[in-house]
């Protein structure tokens, strides 16, 4: 079907495949794509998804064989139905797994396959894949996920969905003092203590990193330009590894003792850095938003 104006199109992508073969992964993966996720919903409330007043404009909608409703033919209904709508770009994405891999899976795990009625995980397997082959058959794309770590099921996600231009990595930079102890939740701290301090400055004492002068006594330390040229050198090698296992956000602290000097000036100077080679970048200065309240 030719599709036109493509902008203004909902992407819709239906999410299905056997219990244990990674659908939960990458419906979550979807999600850190900045996909609207729903897993789990039954048949009959897909259309109502595609008619509220403020329309996600990605959606990604998971199918399991457990929903109240489902049915084969249901389903085979719906799908014909979402991929004749003019205002819809709909895909069905299937998660495939071969039966020996999810029955050891099942048996590492020791779940009871939803299916199986409290037999044995084989014959619920069996039964579900029997079942599946239908839509398995009008997959638009297809995973088989056998040989696939979840880290890997969720970097083939990104490289499927993710648009070549687009980088969607956020990068979180705060400032912090270590006298008031480590940020909560940082991927990654950095230590700035080293460098001249404004605070032994009377004139500076009171100013904050923010401000041009504070900054520029931080700058002029001999240490400053080769600290940063090494920081951004490790954040280049790191984030786009970050991405490629999967993470959607990444926060990195830079600490000193007070927290509003040099941490502050590092952690602006970093954000550019980064910002300039096309990272998506967020600032938070700790010691200094606590000063405003």
């Not at 409330?45 to 007043?53: D, E, F, G, H, Q």
């Amino acid at each position: 079907m030719t599709r036109t104006n493509q902008e203004k199109k909902i992407r819709l992508i239906m999410v299905s495949g056997p219990a244990g073969a990674g659908r939960s992964t990458a419906i979550r993966s979807l999600e850190d794509l900045d996909f609207e996720a729903i897993d789990n919903l039954p048949l009959d409330l897909v259309k109502s998804v595609l008619k509220p007043k403020r329309l996600s404009a990605k959606i990604a909608i998971g199918l399991d064989t457990r929903s109240r409703d489902f049915s084969v033919e249901s389903l085979l209904g719906l799908l014909k139905f979402l991929s004749e709508l003019h205002d819809v770009d709909f895909q069905l994405l299937y998660v495939s797994c071969t039966m020996e891999v999810l029955l050891r899976r099942y048996s590492e795990t020791r779940r009871r396959h939803p299916l199986s009625n409290g037999n044995s995980p084989h014959e619920g397997i069996e039964k579900e894949l029997i079942l599946l082959e239908p839509i398995r058959n009008k997959a638009d794309i297809l995973i088989e996920t056998a040989e696939l770590t979840p880290h890997e099921l969720k970097s083939t996600i990104r490289k499927l969905f993710l648009k070549a231009e687009g980088n969607l990595l956020s990068v979180s930079l705060k400032s912090f003092s270590y006298k008031r102890g480590l940020p909560r939740g940082a991927d990654m701290v950095l230590d700035c203590r080293f460098l001249k301090n404004p605070h032994w400055e009377e004139k500076l004492r009171k100013k904050t990193g923010l401000e041009a002068d504070a900054s520029k006594f931080v700058a002029s330390d001999p240490k400053f330009t080769e600290y940063i040229e090494h920081v951004k050198k490790l954040l280049l090698f790191l984030l786009p590894l970050f991405r490629e296992e999967g993470k959607s956000s990444v926060e990195i602290g830079f600490g000193c003792t007070g927290g509003v000097h040099r941490s502050v000036a590092v952690t602006e100077t970093v954000a550019k850095e980064l910002a300039d080679s096309g990272w998506n970048v967020s600032i938070k200065h700790r010691e200094i938003e606590r000063l405003d309240l």
